[in-house]
């Protein structure tokens, strides 16, 4: 029989293959495509306003000046504030980090209770939950100011980590119950008959295994939270405004010229966290969108 | 004799499937009984139902005179074997060792001799700090055998542990299960597809179908008097022949077409006449021959053979019917020979047609 284990023979030349040129030359053209916006707001965050006027948006500043930066963060005023984006940013980490947390603990404890202590109506109950996230948020916001109104926190960054909590809870538990359910189920019934409990079992034997699929969740939440506009502007005040909010009314400010430099700098201040929790999490982000996601 | 474990009829059902019906079971102090049927039938169901992880729906299960039908799994004094061994992948060998002791708050030093024993017994003492990814299949599945050991429990169940491993290592596996149990001589319940380990590992074999026990007993009564034609078919193998027939003469013969068999010395008193009958004959109880006995063989014509080592498995036609007879491989006849099959009629069974009851 024939030794299949190694490739034989003279590799195939496929440098300048018609494929490759194709295939390389619509990749550089997509990278361009996203990439030039990119950095004609880097070159414009990085002069001032005269350069700017003398209009061309492409040309690399004569003269860099990080002035419109520190503008945009400590600086440009949105109504009465003149302390620019700072205070949305750290809004911004206080509506995120609880709504993140709370989210994620309540979601990946209802996937492990749906996929393996199964109640009576658990699978109607999941139903329901999925059900609930095709409903369109527009419809949902009245009903919910007055649900916070009545419970008192309408306005509060509690409200909004509140709400932030539960409009997670659909697509976070679907994808904890899917990972929980490619888990052999053998590994539960071994922990039950050792005698752990559900807590026992989800600490000690679950979470351990679970790394790659909070890390998801973790990124899902952080960006779809950070960068939520929406429910920011409906459900808090000006005072508690996340970044996001700021960020609009800075650059949407009536009053004065427009400071093109400042808005390209607060924008790319704002896209910043997100940014930053792909770069750091990229890898592990679709190792465990493949661990578990996908499947059914 | 006392019980280690009584099912009295188990219910189970999942929806509207009834999985387990109205089972009984009764198993002695020490007894290793193995549940053996096609899938589906319900082995694992009943299993799971033993060690408590199945919420059943009717009836009671008692372990050492304790009714602990609804106590959970961990104080039911059983130890779990999976097939797909289901080790603690983040911990070490050791860790899923102690897993379930620490969560009976069994003292450290007590916990340390456990281990030491079951590690020796199993012969896994180089393997206690390493992680189960760093162990063959062989090695994982002593692990999970460790695990129940060291739980000191008095009923084991395995629910087909040996499945997953390579031919070689599962004999190897099957000898050390069979001296562990003769070493601690505790109550093991073994689910398996696979008769040889039925018949070599068993005192008693349950042959299950469709949620029911069709028969209970001692691998040889199971393999010589089968209840029924699906047991029958299902022990042995090569399988058991059967040969559609009449019972004849006030019960003393038996009619296959043209021929006729004396059924003198049949196992299982005179039957009673049946126009439709079968008979059960298994490939090793037949020899070739080339002349006629009346009353003891029937005509047959060679088809082919199919080697298999030591023996050849003859195929030939008889009144129409296929059957296989076993002869040691140079004693194989030529095909298209006329021969006569010789019927040893105290090992052969007959089955009434219609209810498929050993008569
Ligand atoms: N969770 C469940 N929900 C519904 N039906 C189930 C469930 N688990 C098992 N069944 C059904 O119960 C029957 C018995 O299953 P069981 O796993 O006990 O079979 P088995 O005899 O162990 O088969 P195998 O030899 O393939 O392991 C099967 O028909 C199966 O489809
Ligand atoms: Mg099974």
Redesign the pocket.
């Known amino acids: 029989m024939a030794d299949l284990s190694n490739p034989r023979g003279t590799r195939p030349k496929s440098r300048f293959t018609l494929n490759n040129i194709v295939l390389y030359g619509i990749l550089g053209l997509m990278s361009i495509y996203y990439l030039l916006p990119l950095y004609v707001m880097v070159m414009t965050s990085l002069k001032d306003m005269a350069e700017i006027r003398m209009g061309n948006i492409f040309a690399p500043p004569v003269e860099v000046t990080f002035h419109p930066w520190v503008k945009a963060w400590a600086e440009a005023c949105t109504g009465l504030n003149c302390d620019g984006l700072s205070r949305g940013f750290w809004n911004s980490v206080m509506i995120t980090v609880p709504s993140v947390i709370i989210s994620i603990i309540v979601a990946s404890v209802n996937g492990y209770a749906l996929v393996n202590w199964k109640f009576k109506g658990s699978e109607v109950f999941f139903t329901i939950l999925i059900f609930g996230s095709f409903i369109p948020y527009q419809i949902m916001l009245y009903p919910i100011v007055i649900i916070l109104r009545e419970l008192g926190i309408y306005g509060t960054l509690g409200g909004l980590i509140m709400v932030h909590t539960i409009f997670g809870m659909p697509i976070l538990t679907l994808l904890f119950r899917n990972y929980f359910s490619s888990l052999p189920e053998e590994l539960f019934k071994a922990a039950r008959v050792d005698g752990a409990g559900f807590w026992g079992i989800y600490f000690q034997i679950m979470l351990p295994m679970s790394m790659p699929i909070f890390v998801v969740a973790l990124i899902l939440q952080i960006t779809g939270i950070w960068n939520d506009f929406l429910f920011g502007v409906v459900f808090t005040k000006p005072e508690i405004y996340p970044m996001t909010v700021q960020l609009n009314n800075i650059v949407n400010s009536v009053q004065g010229v427009k400071e093109y430099n400042v808005n390209m700098a607060a924008t790319m201040l704002t896209g910043l966290v997100p940014l930053i929790v792909y770069f750091v999490s990229g890898k592990l982000f679709v190792r465990g969108i493949a661990a578990g996601a996908v499947k059914g | 004799m006392t019980h280690s474990i009584q099912v009295k009829d188990l219910k189970l059902d999942?929806?509207s499937?009834s999985?387990l019906k109205n089972l009984n079971l009764d198993v002695a102090e020490g007894e290793f009984i193995v549940l053996l049927?096609?899938?589906?039938?319900?082995?694992?169901?009943?299993l799971n139902c033993l060690a408590g992880l199945l919420d059943i729906t009717d009836g009671e299960i008692w372990i050492k005179n304790k009714n602990v039908t609804w106590a959970e799994p961990s104080d039911r004094g059983i130890g779990m074997v999976f097939q797909s061994y289901a080790l603690y992948p983040q911990m070490t060998v050791r860790g899923n060792l102690s897993f379930g002791l620490k969560n009976a708050k069994v003292p450290k030093d007590e916990i340390d001799r456990r281990i030491a024993r079951a590690a020796e017994i199993l012969q896994i003492q180089p393997l206690l700090d390493r992680k189960p990814a760093a162990l063959s299949g062989g090695q994982r599945q002593r692990v999970a055998i460790g695990r129940a050991l060291v739980r000191d429990v008095d009923v084991f169940l395995f629910d087909?542990p040996l499945s997953n491993l390579d031919a070689k290592l599962r004999a190897e596996l099957r000898v050390e299960i069979k001296r562990l149990h003769s070493r601690l001589n505790n109550t093991m319940i073994y689910?398996t597809?696979d008769q040889i380990e039925a018949l070599t590992l068993a005192d008693r074999i349950a042959i299950?179908r469709g949620?029911i026990i069709q028969q209970l007993a001692a691998p040889q009564e199971i393999y010589n008097r089968p209840v029924n034609l699906f047991v029958a078919g299902f022990i042995g193998s090569p399988a058991m022949n059967f040969i559609k027939g009449a019972v004849v003469d006030n019960g003393r013969s038996i009619k296959l077409g043209e021929a006729k068999l004396d059924l003198a010395g049949y196992d299982g008193g005179q039957p009673t006449d049946r126009p439709q009958a079968i008979l059960g004959l298994r490939p090793e109880h037949l020899t070739i021959q080339d002349h006629a006995e009346p009353g003891h063989t029937i005509p047959a014509v060679v088809e082919l053979d199919e080697p298999m080592g030591a023996d050849s498995l003859v195929w030939l036609m008889v009144q129409g019917q296929q059957v296989s007879v076993r002869v040691p491989f140079e004693k194989r006849p030529t095909k298209g020979a006329q021969v006569h099959l010789k019927v040893d009629i105290s090992k052969a069974s007959i089955f009434d047609a219609t209810t498929e009851l050993r008569v």
């Open positions: 999942f929806g499937v999985v049927g096609p899938s589906g039938c319900g082995k694992s169901t009943l087909e689910v597809h299950m949620g």
